[in-house]
């Protein structure tokens, strides 16, 4: 009993004496591996904004966090500038109906560094997670990559899927051509005056072609 | 009850409850937000105040009862009066003062914004000033008659330090996000996973001692075992938290292996809970309700901590269900089970010693309907979450469905775990109810 007992101790103990060594070593290789030389002024003040607002009560943050709201992560690659920006001054623009995120009134002295914060949180290598989707179950046109990544689900439908708040799009090819989609993506109110619906003028040229072709293609 | 120091543990647990209550309270108001679309309290008790309050009141409640019954099963192991009936109180008052002070400043964005230990520094060092009080108290009362320290008291004590110390690692702010994370899980992890498994083997060993009769011996044998092992699983075993944070590949190997391990203790802890209730169907009395909750305590902490933990433990799996549903089902579970359930065993076994109550009083229908709907509804909830987390895995992570489009498709399971913790509300009532009965002396009788 006290051989079992002293054997058990002794390798308690090196547990944690390896795992300090682990410890060490682990935060040698974190900078690299972090690109922690990236970490600038405006990045860490983005980490303190994120921290003021306490965005990780909501959101997780390399999976940690909480689960009410997406994990940000990989953000910054997957919306882009432009959508994030857009996105932070006024949330309910871009997600007018459903789950919401308060509007925090931020500046663009703000915004500005938590987007560099997102920025350099992307580029941590995290050991390939998350993972990439395996089933993409048919294969869409570019356009419809476009439609997810820009949210226009979330007010918009498709055979289906979507949103309801604004007029569904299963058909939308027989109903407007290019030219018309195009004048509603930078300009919603261009066609009804009162329209919620938030412009995408400072969505890149060709990435709005595209969604025009593949909207029109919906016959 | 031996001593009047003693009766510091009833202090405590009033404090504890109905912060144990108003954490449901603010569980309810989060999973709300779940279900509904609409937030009319969007922007005065957004979701994250809702959750970083239901995570704070977890920790506190729990805190403030383990503590109550240390100062119970110490007084009573080391055969003494609490070297500091003054300095406890002090300790609690502090403690309370700033766990209200924190919870107040989360509705104005006074918040650290890291989960579980938002509170702002300077309540941090107040909260560190509240347990080295603690922690003199206790030692203070060791050292009076040290030659009664028990192998059992001696783990608690170190839990307790363990306790202490890891909470340092949660203070400084980090530029660093993966680094910052790295030592959050010195306290998260190192805590559940280590000092609060030591305080609570240390604590059921003293409950099964005094409830079951088993002789120390034997249970103090078991106790080394289980208290060596959480050590060697857990301590590497926070490896398994760092896959994915920006830390080295070798952390998929070291944490998958020692954490595949970490269920072993928990399994000898609910081999050594049985066989111990086993052998108190031989007592004359039996605090039923104590024996119950704590049995039932070392099942769901094997469940929920082992089970479920394990389930979701080694990297092949993890990849696809970290920061999922699948989590929340885990930390509900395993708290739950391991540390909730234990903290209400110790209240229905110190608290009729105290109020010097015969232990079968012929209101067991209160207790009994207390048991059932807290752990039923428990167990929905748990079961709502992991096949929400399942869809969600799924949907989100295999499909590749986007993540608010996914929220939409568990809305059904997420209202389900609203109805359970409707029910799981009424059930920490009854538990309050019944707990305030058990609390206070028997009328004289004849004067009913």
Redesign the interface.
């Known amino acids: 009993?006290t051989t079992s007992?002293s054997i058990?101790?002794v390798?308690?103990i090196i547990?944690?004496v390896?795992?300090l060594g682990?410890?060490i070593?682990?935060?040698r290789?974190?900078?690299a591996?972090?690109h922690?030389d990236q970490?600038s002024a405006q990045?860490?003040e983005g980490?303190?904004l994120?921290?003021?607002?306490?965005?990780?009560?909501?959101h997780?943050?390399?999976?940690?966090?909480?689960?009410?709201?997406?994990?940000v992560t990989k953000s910054y690659t997957v919306r882009g500038d432009a959508w994030l920006r857009q996105f932070l001054k006024d949330p309910a623009a871009m997600?007018p109906?459903?789950?919401?995120m308060?509007n925090f009134h931020l500046t663009d002295a703000q915004v500005a560094p938590l987007l560099a914060y997102l920025k350099w949180?992307s580029e941590?290598?995290?050991?390939?997670?998350?993972?990439?989707?395996?089933?993409?179950?048919r294969q869409e046109p570019a356009g419809h990559a476009i439609f997810?990544a820009q949210?226009c689900?979330?007010c918009h439908a498709i055979q289906g899927?979507?949103g309801t708040l604004a007029p569904d799009l299963t058909h939308e090819g027989s109903r407007h051509d290019q030219a018309w989609i195009l004048d509603q993506l930078n300009d919603p109110r261009s066609h009804k005056a009162d329209s919620i619906m938030p412009s995408f003028a400072q969505l890149p040229g060709t990435e709005k072609d595209e969604l025009a072709e593949y909207l029109v293609s919906l016959k | 009850m031996r001593y009047q120091s003693q009766k510091l543990a009833r202090e405590y647990f009033w404090a504890a409850l109905p912060l144990f209550f108003l954490q449901v309270v603010f569980g309810i108001l989060?999973s709300i937000?779940?279900v509904w679309?609409f937030?009319p309290l969007?922007?005065s008790i957004?979701?994250?105040?809702a959750?970083?309050i239901h995570?704070n009141l977890l920790v506190f409640w729990l805190l403030l009862a383990l503590m109550g019954a240390t100062y119970y099963m110490v007084a009573d192991e080391i055969q003494t009066e609490i070297y500091s009936i003054r300095l406890a109180r002090i300790q609690l008052g502090i403690l309370l003062a700033s766990g209200v002070a924190a919870i107040l400043g989360?509705f104005f964005?006074w918040?650290?914004?890291?989960?579980f230990l938002?509170q702002p520094t300077l309540i941090k060092v107040v909260i560190v000033v509240g347990a080295l009080i603690f922690l003199y108290n206790i030692a203070m009362t060791m050292f009076r008659n040290h030659h009664q320290l028990t192998g059992t008291t001696a783990t608690l004590l170190g839990g307790m330090v363990m306790l202490a110390v890891m909470f340092l690692f949660g203070i400084p702010?980090m530029?660093?996000?993966?680094?910052q994370?790295?030592f959050w899980w010195w306290v998260i992890h190192l805590w559940v996973e280590g000092a609060w498994e030591l305080i609570a083997a240390a604590l059921v060993a003293w409950a099964l001692i005094k409830l079951t009769g088993v002789s120390r011996r034997r249970v103090e044998?078991w106790v080394?075992?289980e208290v060596?092992?959480v050590?060697?699983t857990g301590?590497?075993g926070?490896?398994h938290h760092?896959?994915?944070?920006?830390?080295?590949?070798?952390?998929?190997w070291?944490g998958a292996i020692?954490s595949a391990a970490e269920p072993l203790p928990i399994m000898l802890m609910l081999v050594d809970a049985v066989r111990s209730l086993l052998k108190a169907r031989t007592l004359a009395t039996v605090n039923t309700m104590a024996l119950a909750w704590l049995g039932a305590s070392a099942f769901v902490h094997f469940m929920g901590a082992g089970v479920w933990g394990f389930g979701q433990t080694l990297p092949q799996i993890n990849?696809?269900t970290?920061?999922?549903?699948i989590?929340?089902s885990h930390g509900h579970f395993a708290f739950w089970g391991a540390y909730g359930m234990l903290a209400i065993a110790l209240m229905y076994a110190i608290l009729p010693e105290i109020s010097g109550r015969k232990q079968r009083n012929g209101a067991e229908g209160l207790s009994f309907s207390a048991f059932v709907c807290l752990n039923l509804s428990m167990i929905f909830m748990v079961m709502a979450l992991l096949i929400a987390g399942i869809v969600q895995v799924y949907l989100q992570?295999?499909?590749?469905l986007?993540?608010?489009?996914v929220?939409?498709q568990l809305r059904l399971w997420l209202a389900v775990r609203l109805v359970a913790g409707g029910v799981f509300t009424v059930g920490a009532v009854l538990l309050l109810g019944d707990l305030y009965r058990l609390a206070r002396p028997l009328p004289a009788a004849g004067s009913a």
Not at chain 2, 46 to 49: A, S
Not at chain 2, 242 to 252: D, K, R, V
Not at chain 2, 322 to 325: A, D, I
Not at chain 2, 402 to 405: M, T
Request: charge should be neutral.
């Open positions: 009993m007992r058990l101790s390798l308690t547990s944690a390896v795992f682990m410890t070593d682990t935060l290789k974190l900078p591996q972090t922690s970490i990045v860490v980490k303190r994120w921290q003021h607002y306490d965005c990780n009560d909501c997780t943050i390399l999976g940690i966090g909480g689960y009410y709201a997406p994990d997600y109906t459903g789950r919401q308060p949180v941590v290598d995290t050991n390939g997670w998350p993972p990439a989707p395996k089933g993409v179950a997810l949210h689900n979330t899927s979507g | 989060a937000k779940y679309g937030d969007l922007n957004p979701f994250n105040v959750r970083t995570l989360y964005q918040s650290f914004g890291m989960p938002e702010f530029p660093n996000l993966s680094t994370y790295y044998g080394f075992a060596v092992l050590l060697l301590i590497i926070t490896g760092y896959y994915w944070i920006g830390t080295p590949h070798y952390w998929l070291w020692f990849r696809w970290h920061g999922t549903q989590t929340a992570r295999v499909m590749g986007d993540f608010l489009e929220q939409n």
